[in-house]
């Protein structure tokens, strides 16, 4: 419970203001339209007008934040900045797709009252229309402004028609119809099933985003919520003329008829601003992605991983970032995230790609992984890449003590950590903030081990030449396992280099007993703060989660961060 | 478009479409509206369509996710045979289902969102598609070894019993090494 505060404490506190907001705009807005200048839409309508007016200002509200976790780049931006003030707030602004559901999900619910509530009320003003009878108020209020069409009170101008047909030729009506279809399109494409299986769906319908919000902007150009005018209002009282209704406007009475007017629509001066913020956005990522991009090198991994080396003019990164890569020749308009495996102090960039889908098969096809011959340079495809952009593994250099933990390709985050480590160590002998490095890498195939294991060797070989072995200290673990190889490992128990890795340090089995992992690190280690970063699937997370607020041991405090795609 | 399983997104447009049908009628129902008629069909229609659609189907490639408690309702579906199995069937019931919600507006929109969910199972069932139910792997459990249910035959291979009894002065000479002592069998 002691790290739970560390952990999730910033993020508790911004819902709990984002649900306070809410709340705040839906009672405020709620009670604007229990005035009398809309008592006489409220004797045809009831409280359904406010319940109707109550999470409109919700949805202007969410509308307006939805757009804002998206900006990849301006959150990047604002990553830098603030890191250097507060590594929590910093951290916060990892979870901004989770936050973007729930802005999505609020959007939906409101949406929903929103739609019930205008349900009642154009079957209200529906009826209202249709009771023919002059010594009815909802009638007589219904009839005001027949001559000029302007001071109108019911938006529903004639009993001749029924409320489908008004709403499909009004423009509150007909935006409505639009924005709702592409709003539900949007949530149902984006189930989790779809977004994980077909990916292109899920982002193709998601630009219905620019239906909705062209929609969303025009929903209240008819102004079809209306209320009495500030002038009709001074000469006509509703609380003491709406008795006299049959003598309005007769000689004698001081009740003249009241005038009407509808509201102008307010939604736009909430949206306009992230909408121009997203455009810029977009642009940036344009132009990103026009800077020339050159692949220097190639290399087939047999795990079926693709390793590219490429270089870009004036490219700057941290360890642990990620760059979206595109491929024009394969197709114009997919856009893949990739974790750089390459340090900061290389003069490259180097990703490595596992070919699962499509897109990666063609890009394995393009770069010539089916040929035995070498390629010239000049055959290779032309690439573009955007980025690159911030997550968790960022801050591994401040903490003292941490733990690394990748699960199969996972690993890959740290691959870009490993590295920057050796060539801060050993090359450049700066004074590093970090200490000590625990690094766990769980593998359910031994043949994915290849390309990483190159790695850790040379990472093996250059810590013992400098007498610095403690620095880092690795643990693999297999975690499947088929029974001819299980007993070809039994036999070369008693070699000195591990059979499947080649290096020092033994593989393990099965997985880890976390649990001691924890309590012998916090031992080892009183008092300081230990990071833990994850790039792996989320029942690891969850595990992880827990033993991070679980151990406090000798006082040492586990915070949790997890990369998240 | 990659290799996309139309059937899976229509499955989900329909779900959320009966759902949203059932609602818009419960409102014009609830609200006693003009036309309330419409409504309780569109009750019914979204309930039927909610339980229609609500088994997901198996998938021709990959891992396929169930929903939570969704056997019960497999086997249901199942039991109608070629009539859930075809999509074509599907994307006609869907079409003539979503057709009286147009009548009413509180239904209207749980109306086209169904003709929506329509033409993406129109556009699967001419992929060539169609609904596999789910079942649990009736998996033969794992069996150790024919040979465990019977007692070997023959015993193990072993030396003559002459080398067989340990001689104590002798080890070097002993066939095996035995883990206890052995006295001589006489």
């Given at each position: 419970m002691?790290?739970?505060?560390?952990n999730?404490?910033?993020?508790?506190?911004?819902i709990l203001?984002?649900?306070?907001?809410?709340?705040?705009?839906?009672?405020?807005?709620?009670?604007?339209?229990?005035?009398?200048?809309?008592?006489?839409t409220?004797?045809?309508l009831g409280?359904a007008l406010s319940?109707a007016?109550?999470?409109?200002?919700?949805l202007?509200?969410?509308?307006?934040l939805?757009?804002?976790?998206?900006?990849?780049?301006?959150?990047?931006?604002?990553r830098?900045?603030?890191?250097?003030?507060?590594?929590?707030?910093?951290?916060?602004?990892?979870r901004?797709?989770?936050?973007?559901?729930?802005?999505?999900y609020?959007?939906?619910f409101?949406?929903?009252?929103h739609?019930?509530?205008h349900?009642?009320?154009?079957?209200r003003?529906?009826?209202?229309?249709?009771?023919?009878n002059?010594?009815?108020?909802?009638y007589?209020?219904?009839?005001?402004?027949?001559?000029?069409?302007r001071?109108?009170?019911?938006?529903i101008?004639?009993?001749?028609?029924?409320?489908?047909?008004?709403?499909?030729?009004?423009?509150?009506?007909?935006?409505?119809?639009?924005?709702?279809?592409?709003?539900?399109?949007?949530i149902t494409?984006?189930?989790?099933?779809?977004?994980?299986?077909?990916?292109?769906?899920?982002?193709?319908?998601?630009?219905?985003?620019?239906?909705?919000?062209?929609?969303l902007?025009?929903?209240?150009?008819g102004?079809?919520?209306?209320?009495?005018?500030?002038?009709?209002e001074?000469?006509?009282?509703?609380?003491e003329?709406h008795?006299?209704?049959?003598?309005?406007?007769?000689?004698?009475?001081?009740?003249?008829?009241?005038?009407f007017?509808?509201?102008?629509?307010?939604?736009?001066?909430?949206?306009?601003?992230?909408m121009?913020?997203?455009?810029?956005?977009?642009?940036?990522r344009?132009?990103?992605s026009?800077?020339?991009?050159?692949?220097t090198?190639?290399?087939?991994?047999?795990?079926k991983?693709?390793?590219?080396?490429?270089?870009?003019?004036?490219?700057?990164?941290?360890?642990?970032?990620?760059?979206?890569?595109?491929?024009?020749?394969?197709s114009?308009?997919e856009?893949?995230?990739?974790?750089?495996?390459s340090?900061?102090?290389?003069?490259?960039?180097?990703v490595?790609?596992?070919?699962?889908?499509?897109?990666?098969?063609?890009?394995?096809?393009?770069c010539?992984?089916?040929?035995t011959?070498?390629?010239?340079?000049w055959?290779?495809?032309?690439m573009?890449?955007d980025?690159p952009?911030g997550?968790?593994?960022?801050?591994?250099?401040?903490?003292?003590?941490?733990?690394?933990?990748?699960?199969?390709?996972?690993?890959t985050?740290?691959?870009?950590?490993?590295?920057?480590?050796?060539y801060k160590?050993?090359?450049?002998?700066?004074?590093?903030?970090?200490?000590?490095?625990?690094?766990?890498?769980?593998?359910?195939?031994?043949?994915?081990?290849?390309?990483?294991?190159?790695?850790?060797?040379?990472?093996?070989?250059?810590?013992?030449?400098?007498?610095?072995?403690?620095f880092?200290?690795?643990?693999?673990?297999?975690?499947?396992?088929?029974d001819?190889?299980?007993?070809?490992?039994?036999?070369?128990?008693?070699?000195?280099?591990d059979p499947?890795?080649?290096?020092k340090?033994?593989?393990r089995?099965?997985?880890?007993?976390?649990?001691?992992?924890?309590?012998?690190?916090?031992?080892?280690?009183?008092?300081?703060k230990?990071?833990?970063?994850l790039?792996g699937?989320?029942?690891?997370?969850?595990?992880l989660?827990k033993?991070c607020?679980?151990?406090?041991?000798c006082?040492?405090?586990f915070?949790?961060?997890?990369?998240?795609? | 478009?990659?290799?996309?399983?139309?059937?899976?997104?229509?499955?989900?447009?329909?779900?959320a479409?009966?759902?949203?049908?059932?609602?818009?009628?419960i409102?014009g129902?609830?609200?006693?509206?003009?036309?309330?008629?419409?409504?309780a069909?569109?009750?019914?229609?979204?309930?039927?369509?909610?339980?229609?659609?609500?088994p997901?189907?198996?998938?021709a490639?990959?891992t396929?996710?169930?929903?939570t408690?969704?056997?019960?309702f497999?086997?249901?579906?199942?039991?109608?045979?070629?009539?859930?199995?075809?999509?074509y069937f599907r994307?006609?019931l869907?079409a003539?289902?979503?057709?009286?919600?147009?009548?009413?507006?509180?239904?209207?929109?749980g109306?086209?969102?169904l003709a929506?969910?329509?033409?993406?199972?129109?556009?699967?069932?001419?992929?060539?598609?169609?609904?596999?139910?789910?079942?649990?792997r009736?998996?033969?459990?794992?069996?150790?070894?024919?040979?465990i249910?019977?007692?070997p035959?023959?015993?193990?291979?072993?030396?003559?019993p002459?080398?067989?009894?340990?001689?104590?002065?002798?080890?070097?000479?002993?066939?095996?090494?035995?883990?206890?002592s052995?006295?001589?069998?006489?």
């Open positions: 002691g790290n739970f505060a560390a999730e404490g910033l993020s508790i506190f911004v203001v984002w649900l306070g907001i809410n709340v705040f705009l839906f009672v405020h807005f709620y009670m604007a339209f229990l005035f009398d200048r809309y008592y006489y409220r004797v045809i409280h319940w007016r109550a999470p409109a200002a919700c202007n509200f969410n509308c307006m939805i757009l804002l976790p998206v900006c990849r780049n301006l959150l990047s931006f604002l830098g900045s603030i890191q250097h003030c507060s590594r929590t707030a910093a951290r916060q602004l990892d901004n797709i989770t936050f973007h559901k729930l802005v999505a609020m959007i939906a409101h949406t929903a009252i739609i019930i509530a349900l009642f009320n154009f079957e003003f529906m009826d209202s229309q249709l009771m023919i002059s010594s009815s108020l909802p007589v209020l219904s009839q005001i402004g027949n001559n000029d069409n001071s109108y009170l019911n938006p101008r004639s009993n001749e028609t029924n409320p489908t047909i008004v709403m499909f030729t009004s423009i509150a009506g007909l935006t409505g119809v639009v924005i709702t279809l592409a709003l539900i399109l949007i494409s984006s189930m989790e099933v779809i977004r994980r299986s077909y990916f292109e769906v899920f982002w193709f319908t998601h630009h219905l985003f620019i239906v909705f919000f062209i929609g902007v025009l929903h209240g150009a102004c079809i919520v209306r209320g009495q005018t500030i002038e009709s001074k000469v006509h009282n509703p609380i003329c008795s006299q209704f049959e003598t309005w406007g007769q000689n004698g009475t001081n009740c003249p008829e009241p005038v007017a509808g509201n102008p629509p307010m939604t736009w001066k909430w949206v306009v601003g992230p121009f913020l997203y455009v810029c956005e977009r642009l940036v344009f132009y990103r026009q800077q020339k991009v050159v692949i090198k190639v290399v087939m991994h047999p795990s991983t693709l390793e590219l080396q490429m270089k870009k003019k004036g490219f700057k990164m941290e360890v642990g970032q990620y760059v979206f890569i595109q491929c024009p020749s394969i114009q308009l856009w893949h995230p990739f974790t750089l495996t340090a900061p102090e290389e003069d490259h960039l180097s490595h790609i596992r070919i699962v889908g499509d897109w990666t098969q063609a890009i394995y096809t393009a010539g992984g089916d040929k011959v070498v390629l010239d340079a055959t290779l495809p032309k573009a890449v980025g952009f997550t968790a593994s960022e801050d591994v250099f401040r903490y003292e003590v941490v733990m690394l933990v990748g699960a199969g390709i996972g690993v985050p740290f691959a870009s950590v490993l590295k920057s480590v050796w160590h050993v090359q450049e002998n700066k004074n590093v903030f970090t200490k000590k490095i625990y690094f766990y890498w769980l593998c359910p195939e031994t043949q994915a081990f290849e390309w990483f294991a190159d790695l850790l060797q040379s990472l093996e070989r250059q810590m013992t030449e400098k007498n610095m072995s403690d880092l200290s690795y643990n693999i673990y297999l975690t499947r396992w088929k001819a190889e299980a007993a070809h490992l039994r036999v070369q128990y008693e070699a000195e280099d499947i890795t080649g290096l340090q033994k593989t089995y099965g997985k880890p007993n976390w649990d001691n992992e924890f309590s012998a690190i916090a031992t080892q280690h009183p008092g300081s230990v990071g833990v970063f790039c699937p989320t029942a690891l997370a969850t595990a989660g033993q607020h679980s151990h406090t041991e006082g040492a405090e915070i949790f961060n997890k990369e998240n795609f | 478009m990659g290799k996309i399983e139309w059937a899976m997104w229509a499955n989900e447009q329909a779900l479409a009966g759902l949203i049908y059932a609602t818009g009628g409102v129902v609830a609200g006693q509206f003009r036309g309330w008629q419409f409504a069909f569109g009750i019914a229609a979204g309930v039927f369509v909610c339980l229609l659609e609500y997901r189907s198996k998938r490639k990959g396929s996710v169930e929903r408690g969704q056997y019960c497999t086997v249901c579906v199942k039991a109608f045979g070629p009539l859930t199995r075809n999509y994307a006609f869907h003539a289902l979503c057709v009286p919600g147009g009548f009413m507006l509180a239904t209207v929109l109306s086209v969102c929506i969910a329509s033409l993406i199972y129109l556009s699967a069932a001419i992929h060539g598609e169609h609904w596999e139910p789910i079942l649990p009736t998996e033969p459990p794992k069996r150790v070894g024919e040979s249910k019977e007692p035959q023959n015993p193990p291979p072993r030396p003559p002459e080398l067989r009894r340990k001689k104590v002065d002798n080890l070097e000479t002993a066939a095996y090494d035995n883990p206890m052995v006295t001589i069998n006489e």
